[in-house]
């Protein structure tokens, strides 16, 4: 059971993309179209952004968006936001368990 | 609307044993399968354990087997966790979390419960 692999941390200014990477295996990300990724504030319980790699939840702005290519998924965010600062993770099926990146703390400058 | 409440969290020394409980309101709790999801402080999400709807399939992270086990009621729209042979690397905020099929995707989050394992 192995987590999936995230950058550490991003940054971009107001109105600009950014783009987070989520880098698993063949077992999970490469072999599923179930990817999640969740936006964590600061002392604040996990929200669901993106499931199904690319699919957004309702409420979630369409600034938001998943992709995926073999086993590494993504998740872009364009138009950027200081609301946007926070905690990204991914998430993927992989059968008998569901490992987690090791999120992406994203600033915005 | 949907609502998950945990409870239980605490402080509890190492080989201590502790249940953690989940309370489900807003939707129909047996329609979907829950995890429990922690977070040590200041570190990333881990997923710890899921369930299905009807109980009968029960998985584990390689971190807990052995000593956690989930459970739930649905007559009483609950989840529960119970740990034993606490670790202080078990020291962490617990969250449930609902997950609408059995694909490791979770639309709902309750507050997490804090489990602090020290001497």
């Known amino acids: 059971q192995s987590a999936l692999t995230q950058p550490r941390s991003v940054s971009g200014s107001p109105g600009q993309s950014v783009t987070i990477s989520c880098t698993g295996t063949?077992?999970?990300?490469?072999?599923?179209?179930?990817v999640s990724w969740y936006q964590q504030h600061p002392g604040k319980a996990p929200k669901l952004m993106i499931y199904?790699?690319?699919k957004r939840p309702s409420g979630v702005p369409d600034r938001f968006s998943g992709s995926k290519s073999g086993n590494t998924a993504s998740l872009t965010i364009s138009g950027l936001q200081a609301e946007d600062e926070a905690d990204y993770y991914c998430?993927?099926?992989?059968?008998?368990?569901?490992?987690f990146g090791g999120g992406t703390k994203l600033t915005v400058l | 609307q949907v609502q998950l409440v945990e409870s239980g969290g605490g402080l509890v020394k190492p080989g201590g044993s502790l249940r953690l409980s989940c309370a489900a309101s807003?939707?129909?709790?047996?329609?979907?399968?829950m995890s429990w999801i922690r977070q040590a402080p200041g570190k990333g999400l881990e997923w710890v354990s899921y369930?299905?709807?009807?109980?009968?399939?029960?998985y584990y992270a390689d971190s807990v087997k052995g000593r956690f086990t989930i459970s739930r009621d649905n007559a009483k729209n609950s989840l529960y966790l119970q740990m034993n042979s606490l670790r202080a690397e078990d020291t962490a905020v617990y969250y449930c979390?609902?997950?609408?099929?059995?694909?490791?995707?979770?639309?709902?989050w309750g507050q997490g419960t804090l489990v602090t394992v020290s001497s």
């Open positions: 979390a609902r997950a609408p099929g059995d694909l490791g995707q979770y639309d709902y």
């Open positions: 807003g939707f129909t709790f047996s329609d979907y399968y």
């Open positions: 369930i299905s709807s009807s109980g009968s399939t029960i």
């Open positions: 063949s077992s999970d990300v490469g072999g599923y179209n179930y």
């Open positions: 199904d790699v690319s």
């Open positions: 998430c993927s099926y992989a059968g008998s368990y569901t490992p």
